[in-house]
């Protein structure tokens, strides 16, 4: 499987940023974006219109931003750890937010790691290569669709 | 025998003493008296003798002289004998007049004498007749002599018998005089005795009344304080006490209280005994009477009622009533009935206000809960403001801060120095901001956070703080002395871990350019806290000290600096967002303890926070 990261995030903004920072951090891990909850599962659950997955393929790895339209990144998450085939798939939650309420109810849906949004730009390329680093390179991944 | 019987008995028979001895001396003097009277009797009978003797003699000298001088001369005396004789045989005669025997005698004498004058004159006439031999022939016949001596015998036998009586007399004179002496002295003396006696009684006699008397006494006193004390009682204590008949209610006292409570006098009550009852309220009058009557006796009745006052008022009274007893009977029932009227006044708001009260409670339960609820929705509100600052003031933040500096990398070219000086301040400030919203957030955080004390190693929080601070380039080339072991504290880690990397970070950062910066951090015993809302009494405490060789701080601004905001330079001078110690004090404080600063300026800094010690 390619690797591909899944970012979900609902400021245009931020999206630029984060994929400036993987640009700068020099990782060409290719990064598919949607841009609220409902996306989202859609994307995973292989619905329209990410039901080709030679265009949108499955992720290794899934940012998710906590605050979002329609669905919130814990409902997403919820949703995905419930699903049977995917309910593995490694999330790292990439939030402004360090509030406790966050941070525990995430961690207790299933959540892989959490991390905060830096406002220094720099910061945020040090994440990236960090994820990069872990998730990508050094993690063993589960395997999906199995028991 | 009572005493006064025995006195008089005594003084009784003491007077009969004297009586008596007064008897016995009068007839012992009388006696006595007689007796000398007769003895001195006897002597002159004696005298008058020898007088008689004497005469006889003077007579017979007379002739003798007259015979043998034969001078007239010499019959004087004998004519004189004459004369006096007759006279003293008289008085002899007259003296033993009691005694026959001495009569006859002096018959006797009187012959011999008259014998004998007879003869002397015989010869006295001899002589002058006859001459001188003749007369002495007649006395030498010596008849003169035998007469004379005859005379001598008689008298001499009357001067025995008389001296036999003046012995018998005089001895019973003396026996006599003893006698009186001894019935005197013996009178007296038991008269002396029973006076003694008779006084001793009368002492006695005394000292009983004056016992009587004192016993007397102190009981009027028992009685004159009980009396009083009675009066007293009853005439200050306003409740009514009263005595009465048992069977027919009868009130035997009353008192005064009674007037100012039933507003009726004594007297009245005293002439009609039902005024007491007919004072009662008609609804209360039957079960009152009743309950009197079947409890009195047993000692348990005790009943509230109404009153009516003369002027119509209407009083509460309780009445409470307690038999007397003698021999196992009651004879009287005494009682104590008090004016309850403002008490009954208070139960009636008392319950009023129970009932009100359960109305109140429920009204106020309901505002509280109100109270409560808006406290809640403020609460909550505050942490979705928190929350959505988290979230909503950073995205900005984010964007003005990567885009700054993604112009300055990307179009570094097309900028001149003053453009990339001003795109280095938009980035500075972004981050600056980011700072300031981290700091605030923290600082809400901890009002809001529910506090649980666990005990925390302060060696383990330094180090992670110490840890934190490298990794952010803070503690570049400081020198970090921590004095190990410190010890274990009451505290909350994460706000322990924020407090410490606040203080350490600020000690590192405030110092002059030219020193190198040299950080102390050590654990001492603290102040025992005084008594506080939430913290026991003179609890033991840790003081953990930060102390810097920084720039100082003027005593004037070393309580500012805890506050929210409160800098005391530029931020281009020493970077920071004023929040720091703010949230130290408030961490600090939320955990138990205190914070402080000890520090001159330019002599550096020592921070030290107390914090509880743990109890074992």
Redesign the interface.
Known sequence: MQETILLVED?P??V??IQ?AFRRAEITVPIQVVTDGDAAVAYLSGQEPYNNRVDHPLPELVLLD??LPRRSGAEVLTWLRQQPVIKRLPVVVL????????LNQVYDLGVNAYMV??????D?VEIVKTLNLHWLIFNEKPQLGSA | MKLSRLINLGLGATLTFLVINAIVSYRNMVQLYENERWVSHTHQVLAELKETLSTLKDAETGQRGYLLTNNALYLEPYEAALTRINQQVNTLRQLTSDNPRQQQRIQTLDRSITTKLADLQRTISLKRTQGADAALQAVKTTRGKQIMDDLRRQVAEMEAEENQLLQQRSRVSRSSLGFTLLTFTLANVTGLLFLGLVYHLIQRNNLQRQRESEKQQQLLIQVTTSEELFRQLTETIQEVFWISEPTMGDVLYVSPAYETVWGRSREELSQNFLSWSQAIHPDDRERVGQAYLENALKGTYDEEYRIYRPDGTVRWIRDRGFPVQKEGVVVRITGIAEDITDRKASEAEIRQLNQTLEQRVKERTAQLLAANQQLQDVNDELGAFTYSVSHDLRAPLRTMQGFAQALLEDYSDRLDDAGKEYMGYVIESAVQMDSLITDLLAYSRLSRTQIELQPVDLNEVVTEALRQLKAQNQAGHVEIRVETPLPIVMAQRPILLQVLTNLLSNAVKFVPPSKPPIVQVWAEVGEPLPATQGATPNVATVRLSVSDNGIGIAPEHQDRIFRVFERLHGIEVYPGTGVGLAIVRKGVERMGGRSGVKSQVGQGSQFWIELLKTTN
């Open positions: 400021n903004r931020d630029i940023l400036r906590l605050k939030t402004a937010s360090r509030e406790y309420a966050d949004k830096p406002v220094a730009f720099d945020l």
